[in-house]
């Protein structure tokens, strides 16, 4: 096997032969494993293109995926850790995210001609994070073999040779046709990214590795690069979604079960909302596409949206409000989270075309208010609990005294006026904030808070209200960290030695490229 690099290297890149190969998480299990070694490590990620999104502790907007890479490393959230975020509000149009605010809402075309600008800011957020952290471990985006998207490359192979970084691809082995994902990428790659290239990394490998050894050994020789880690394939393994919904849940044979619906209208964002629901074995999480027909359901739940009036307008051609009438009718609660709070009042009005061209839509009408989006995002950490009126409305023998803990985070344009005076579902502890809505007839939640069943007892208390009795309080922080441990300790098995030694060498960078 071929030497892992000829120089100590403060800044690796991981991109993959696919979308979905697992660059996420081996930046993430490789930020755990070096943190544990007492080294300095941050994420990053120059460009992302997601719908699952995190308020910083600087006050901005980052992908979820460098959250969970930055507790990973034992780091707040910063924006400097995902300096280009674009969130699709349409098949061809994104609002365009830097350093953590909304600059602009471009389509394709525009957004290929910024990326120069764009470029800037990540070099810039790169020096910050190089002045302060010793090892860096990027993320690329997609594939470095998209040749339609290789002019002005933020992303990838752009990226790397702007910083002379050394590149592992990953390909996921599970897809089928690895070796061809390895070595096609790795030849549709000019002279120069391919000498970048120091090996390779295959994941959720299943089976016995003798196999597989004849494919490595063709692949080494093929290409003149180490397979570097070969990691297995991790069951019921959870981290939060980049982007794509996982529906894997494991139900408790026996006791209650509640079951929860939520639909998955065209623009879903923060869909990890419902991540400690699914992980819950006393919730059954159903997400369903808005053109079926709506499951036996205790508890809707209207998700977060980038396109909220033409998310709205699709669930409205899809019969949802005579869905969820009936739902109500027959006894059933519902949450409203952010864009699916706003789409349960009585009118949603985009003047200025922020996400939209639609104007003004009817809401659901369930809910006394209304929301005008405006220009300027909120974006904020709050902490808080369940307000004195919603706890009052628990049953006695729900045990609930307290108000439940709550912290989580807003990500929004809407204003929301209040026809007149409703009681509050949360209370802020931090300066006594009142937020949200709860209906009088008590069936009916609104909030803007992303995160909210995330803490245990938030989440108890708030699966009571919606029916269940028995005690269902997950600790998706605590799950969190357990499987960031458990991947470390599985690439510390699984990964090249020489290649952990290198990220954790306190030898500075050469300033002449090897890499050429």
């Avoid at 096997?1 to 979308?19: E, H, L, W, Y």
């Avoid at 350093?99 to 020096?127: I, N």
């Avoid at 808005?290 to 019969?319: F, T």
């Amino acid at each position: 096997m071929n030497a892992v690099v000829d120089k100590p290297f403060r800044t690796i890149m991981i991109q993959g032969c696919t979308s979905d190969a697992g660059k996420s998480v081996l930046v993430a299990g490789l930020c755990r494993l070096l943190a544990r070694k007492d080294c300095s490590v941050a994420p990053f990620k120059p460009q992302n293109m997601a719908l699952n999104s995190a308020v910083t502790i600087d006050g901005g907007e980052i992908g979820r995926a460098q959250a969970v890479q930055a507790m990973a490393c034992g780091l707040e959230p910063h924006t400097d850790f995902n300096p280009i975020l674009l969130k699709p509000s349409n098949d061809t149009g994104a609002q365009v995210i830097v350093h953590g605010h909304p600059v602009d809402h471009m389509q394709a075309a525009k957004f290929h001609d910024y990326k120069k600008v764009a470029m800037a800011a990540v070099l810039e957020s790169h020096s910050r994070l190089s002045d302060n952290y010793r090892t860096i471990v990027v993320e690329g985006a997609g594939s470095p073999a998209e040749i339609n998207l290789r002019e002005n490359d933020i992303a990838n192979m752009g990226f790397a040779e702007a910083v002379d970084c050394p590149v592992l691809l990953i390909a996921d082995i599970d897809r089928g046709g690895v070796f061809a994902h390895l070595t096609g990428t790795l030849e549709l790659l000019s002279a120069s990214e391919q000498n970048r290239v120091i090996g390779f990394v295959i994941n959720k490998f299943r089976g016995d590795i003798k196999l597989l050894e004849s494919g490595l050994e063709w692949l080494e020789n093929r290409t003149g690069k180490p397979v570097l880690g070969v990691i297995p394939f991790l069951p019921s393994f959870f981290l939060d979604a980049e982007d794509a919904i996982s529906c894997e849940q494991q139900l408790s044979d026996n006791g209650e079960v509640l079951k929860v619906v939520v639909p998955v209208v065209p623009r879903i964002s923060n869909h990890t909302d419902f991540d400690a629901l699914r992980m819950n074995p006393h919730v059954d999480l159903q997400f369903v596409s808005i053109d079926s027909p709506l499951p036996l359901a205790d508890l809707i739940i209207l998700p977060g949206s980038k396109n909220v009036l033409e998310d709205l307008k699709q669930l409205k051609d899809h019969d949802w409000k005579q869905k969820i009438d009936k739902h109500l009718r027959y006894g059933g609660k519902l949450i409203g989270i952010c864009g699916g709070f706003q789409m349960l009042g009585k009118k949603l009005s985009d003047p200025l075309s922020i996400e939209s061209s639609t104007g003004t839509i009817e809401g659901f009408g369930l809910l006394a208010c209304s929301t005008s989006l405006q220009p300027e995002k909120r974006l904020k950490q709050v902490t808080g609990g369940l307000s004195k009126e919603l706890t009052n409305r628990l049953k006695p023998s729900d045990g609930h005294k307290n108000t439940g803990l709550i912290r989580g985070y807003e990500i929004h344009c809407g204003i929301t006026e209040y026809e007149h005076f409703n009681p509050p579902y949360f209370a802020l502890l931090e300066n006594g904030i009142e937020e949200g809505m709860i209906n009088t007839d008590n069936n009916i939640i609104g909030t803007y808070i992303h995160g909210v069943f995330d803490e245990p007892s938030g989440c108890k208390a708030i699966l009571a209200w919606a029916g269940l009795q028995v005690d269902s309080g997950i600790d998706l922080n605590l799950i969190r960290e357990q499987q960031l441990d458990r991947l470390a300790d599985c690439l510390s098995e699984h990964m090249d030695s020489r290649l952990i030694e290198q990220l954790c060498s306190n030898e500075t960078q050469s300033q002449t490229s090897s890499f050429q």
